[in-house]
């Protein structure tokens, strides 16, 4: 029954909707907005820079690991090569050791992996922030009483969507984000 009313309901709102869509001036007499705040991320300079960042620090990340996996792996062999001229408790302290520096470079690695994603969000995090008083001034222009994330909003109206209104506003106002974003991803040493 309850079921049947909704879908009567979005039946006459779609009719009465689709013969009374708002015109481009009605929307700037919205007192609701949306924006895709994901679009806004990754369209805007600001994010872009963000991504690049994260993706450049990434890169740097497996081409560490690729020379430090090569550089173990050659230890590796170097210490099977031993083994047949060395005495037993000799090669076992001494691949224990290499066991060791093996687990703290993994730890290391790691840590650093976590430090990128780690600054991943906190690049979006800041980006966000930001961008709070310049989609308060879009909003103030277009006389809204709130701006919604346009992923939450069971319907609406493309003409209320002003993501590209807002991204063209951060891009003027942020440009590529350097002042927003730390200088530098901090560096983790690989071992103690």
């Known amino acids: 029954m309850l079921r049947a009313a909704f879908l009567a309901l979005i039946m006459l709102s779609s009719v009465a909707t689709a013969q009374d869509a708002p015109d481009e001036q009605s929307r700037l007499e919205s007192a609701i907005l949306t ?20 993706e450049d620090a990434s890169q740097a990340l497996v081409a560490e690991n690729r020379v430090l996996e090569a550089d173990l792996a050659a230890e590796e062999r170097a210490l099977t ?16 050791a290499f066991d060791k520096r093996v687990e703290q ?15 991943r969000d906190q690049d979006r995090k800041a980006f966000f922030q930001a961008s709070i008083p310049i989609l308060a001034e879009l909003m103030q222009s277009e006389g809204a009483l709130a701006i919604l994330d346009r992923g939450s909003v069971f319907l609406s109206f493309d003409l209320i969507d002003v993501t590209d209104r807002a991204i063209a506003a951060l891009d003027e106002q942020l440009g590529d984000g350097a002042d927003i974003f730390d200088a530098e991803i901090a560096d983790t040493p690989t071992t103690p």
Do not use: N, W, Y
């Open 105 to 119: 470079a993994r730890r290391g690695q790691d840590a650093k992996s976590v430090l990128i994603t780690r600054q």
């Open 35 to 54: 924006v895709m705040p994901d679009r806004m991320f990754e369209e805007s300079m600001a994010g872009k820079t963000a991504e690049r960042r994260f």
């Open 81 to 96: 090569d031993k083994r047949r001229t060395m005495p037993s408790d000799a090669f076992h302290l001494e691949a224990a």
